[in-house]
Nanobody
Framework: QVQLVESGGGLVQAGGSLRLSCAAS????????MGWFRQAPGKEREFVAAINWRGTTYYTDFVKGRFTISRDKAANTVHLQMHSLNSEDTAVYYC????????????????????WGQGIQVTVSS
């Protein structure tokens, strides 16, 4: 059974930092792109960041320079380091694994990801 389990969320003050982690089990994802998405109340789920199997990273504009995605293939984990958080970053953050082996494109839509974590809350207080 494949599982993606997020950790590291919580409450942080504006300007602060958090590091999210996603531990995968039941399958090795070293040859798949991994991504982070988020969903704020009343809004659609949106792409945040992704890292492909080669280690190339992609970010949506509103997190560039503040968030960093990384992965540890040996540990089958992916991380999202978040700095300079603001109230607009408040959302449930989801870890996801891409469906296509060795995908190296620069477009990441939620429909391209076949495995999802349960999500973890990040709340930024102003």
């Amino acid at each position: 059974q494949v599982q993606l389990v997020e950790s590291g969320g919580g409450l942080v003050q504006a300007g602060g930092s958090l590091r999210l982690s996603c531990a995968a089990s039941g399958r090795t994802f070293s040859d798949y792109a991994m991504g982070w998405f988020r969903q704020a109340p009343g809004k659609e789920r949106e792409f945040v960041a992704a890292i492909n199997w080669r280690g190339t990273t992609y970010y949506t504009d509103f997190v560039k320079g503040r968030f960093t995605i990384s992965r540890d293939k040996a540990a089958n984990t992916v991380h999202l380091q978040m700095h300079s958080l603001n109230s607009e970053d408040t959302a449930v953050y989801y870890c996801a694994a891409h469906s296509l082996l060795w995908y190296t494109g620069d477009s990441y839509d939620s429909s391209d990801f076949g495995f999802w974590g349960q999500g973890i809350q990040v709340t930024v207080s102003s």
